[in-house]
């Protein structure tokens, strides 16, 4: 009992310390790859430490939904990072929820913040509201699709299981159908996590915007619960992929295993965020209807991976 | 003993005596809100004494049956209320006693206050022929029910008759019905021959004494006939039509369980009357599950009008219940009745959940167009803060109808998901991969579900009012909120005691494929599973309690570095502008806008942009804009069918000749004929 409680306070700690680590990291990298010197890993930090302490204006047009936003957006996000495993194969609570629960507790926070932006009624919030619906959902089938093909391998949609499954064959990423959904799923983190060539996290023009549009009323520390949350879903999303995908180093219980599973871990999480950071600066960002093209060939990845699980 | 029949038959006498109250009183022409109040108080003594009958059946293993024989030859008038029945007998009380306690309040206030007794008698007729619907286990009984229940409907429908628009959507219903009723006459009859009875109690597994055509023409003609009550795409056409324009309490009866009664038909007809099927059977449902509940939300997604967008989402929710009959019929044929059991359980729960949130959502629309005397939700905004109680309600129905957790709506369509995921494994053939694509496709349905409500919620409720109506509104009497409080509370429990609720769906999966799979189903810490604990599980209390006790982390962040923060309220930023007016703000048509274009193809928008300026185009005084999207349906279905009907009528009319003595010689013709197909037979 005490062990389950220190393990799920562990990975409480690990999602919410390491996820801004994985942000900096990624705009460190791309100011780079830009010949910029950056702001330093750290600065998420420093923001978020920064608008936890700056006064919040709320808008006087704004109901009761725009503050309870942040933190539905921050509680199901957190909860959903709980669900997956992160360094040990068995996540303190996958019991409670498999990869539909993560899936639709990320939903669930994305539902509120749709709210959220429609509920200062700035016009902006409402485009950001509308283009985040539209593209998440049509994200949907292709992210579902490359999730069944690994669940459909594993027999099961809990995360843990899946994960001491792939543990068991750890070059099972060869096989054709992995590495197919690999790619949908790749496709579908640009997507959910609003990089380039999808939505661009840095950009200053409202017009372009998807994500930043919905919160350009939030300031103060309900912004920073904000961008923590956005923070974390991109852990929960690349956890995702890396531990399904190449378990290599998880432990299977809680031990001191796990701290050295911690540092594979990390290192998997930076390359993937490397990649990401890569497909970001060789890449402009598309118009905004050609998004569904890109996420079509998400879905025949997927449904190109599902079939050749029938194949093989 | 729990008195089973006792219950069920003072929930009749009670609806019986509110029909008679209502008559008499609308007879002696004076009106008075005591006698409105006393009827409706009937109507929910009706529903919670079915309810208890109900209960017990489901909880108490109380079954009942009995056969009153009418003295008129195939028609008895049996009742049988088995599990099946009475499980969709447990969701049509729950509705019926909230909109009995709405309808106090609301019935002063909307078009049913000109005769408000003759509405009441009417109401009660649908509840009463509803009850009897689900009940009734002689063919020909079932079908003078089923056609009361059609009549009752269409007369509430058209309440308001002084609006073409209801006219015309009446109309439309009762057409669709009629041709339904022609399709479940002739598929009832084919079965009924092979049975050689028309109770229900022979029927059972009666499609296999068919030859294999004709069980076949049976199954299509019972499942299409069925279907047009339910609202499967293309049969869905009057829905649209009909639910909005009726009295908002009527929109939750019909969305909520007048639809339900296709897919009671259904159960009854795929799981009860046939024992195994072809696996082109089940393909079949579930194709049509899919293309109805894609095509529901997507149709959904382009109404600014409140209800019509509800009724929209009535076809895609019947749609995922299909996806769960398909799938239970494919696994009864692929020989894996633990399966089967499971994706049953799935429809059935999703029929239950599907029935609460969309009366809840019905009554919360109701509420609003009372309020505002609009349907058109680019008129409205702002109403959370003019009716808070009623905007909590309708936000807690459409987190639910978007399958979010922890409400019920996320329980059944993971159920849904699970029951899809495992028919991967049930069979070897190519047959298989449909299944994991179904699964994309409802995950696609319920994420533009979420959207649609979304615009729903947040275009109605939130920012400032677009209208003087909506700017004017003000929250509706309790008795209104008191009925859509109890159905909120009930997507909770539902949603949260799922584990609990399982055990209901023994006795039907018993009876259908001999397996009771609530103990597989359910594990400790109301905890859900797909079969086994290793197969997949959720917990939605244990995600219900987490998500409050993690509350306490940004709660502490705030209190332990914001101490200082200082929260002030001002004009919203707006990227600097002042003065946020609301023809700044998003509208529904705009929120919606990327949907229509990537689904162009389908759509088929037309939009048109008028312009009157002086000077410059750059300075316009006056913009008119026009859009609107193809109804592919109508033109490309009901129109050729339109036509294609008259061609037939006009041909046809020649026959007429106004002469008796032509009229005698068909009669005569006829009767030859008949004559000599009976001796050759």
Redesign the interface.
Known sequence: MTERILALLAQ?AIV?FLSPLITGFSRTLKARLQMRRGAGILQPYRDI?KL??????????????FSAT??VL???T??AG?LIPTVSAQAP?S????V??V???L??G??FL??GG??????????G???E??I???A??????AI??V??SA????LS?VAQASLGQSWRFLAPQQMLAFAALFIVLIAETGRIPVDNPATHL?LTMIHEAMI??YS??YL??IEWSAAMKQLVLMTLLVNVFFPFGLSIGWSFATLLGLGLFSLKLLLLAAAVVLVETTNAKMR??RV?ELLAVA?VL??TA??ST?LF | MWPTRELFTAGLLAYALAMAGGLAGHASKRTASWITSLLCLLSLAGALLEFGASAGVLFGGAESQWVLSSGVPYLSYSVRLDPLAAFFGLALSLLAASVSIYSLGYIAHSAARRSPELFCFFLNLLLLSLTLVFTASNVLFFLIVWELMAVAAYFLVVFDHESAEARKGGLLYFLMSRGGTGMLLVGFLLLATAAGSLEFSALHDAGQQLSPALGATAFLLLFLGFGAKAGIIPLHIWLPAAHPVAPSNISALMSGIVIKAGIYGMARVFFDFYGTLSVWAGMTVLVIGVVSALLGVLYALMEHDLKRLLAYHSIENIGIILMGFGSALLFRSFGHPQLAALALIAGLFHTLNHAVFKCLLFLGAGGVLHATGTRNMEELGGLIRRMPSTALYFLIGAIAISGLPPLNGFVSEWFTYQALLAGFGATPTLTRLAFPVAGALLALTAALAAACFVKAFGITFLALPRSEAAERAREVPFSMRSAMAILAVTCLVLGLGAAWFLPVFDPITTRAFGIAASKDLAANGLILTAGSLRSGSVSPAMIAALLIGLGAVPLLLLVLWGRKSSRTTGPAWDCGLAGLTAQNEFTATAFSKPLRMIFGALFRPRREIQAEYEVSPYYPKAIHFESEIEPTFETHFYRPLQHGILWIATRMRRLQQGSIHLYLLYVFVTLILLLLFGVRG
Request: net charge negative; aromatic share 12%.
């Open positions: 409480i919410l430490h936890l302490r700056k006064g919040m204006v709320i808008p006087e047009t704004a109901s009761w939904i942040p933190y921050f509680v199901t957190l909860l709980l609570l019991l409670y929820g498999g539909l629960a899936v639709y507790l939903a669930l994305r539902f749709a709210l429609l509920d200062t009624g700035s016009s902006f919030g409402g485009l509201s509308s283009r619906m539209t998440s959902a049509i949907e089938p292709a992210l579902m699709l069944f093909t669940a459909l027999g099961s949609t809990n299981v409202e350009l009323e103060g520390p920073a619960l905004l209807f569904p879905f997927s449904a599902l079939i029938f």
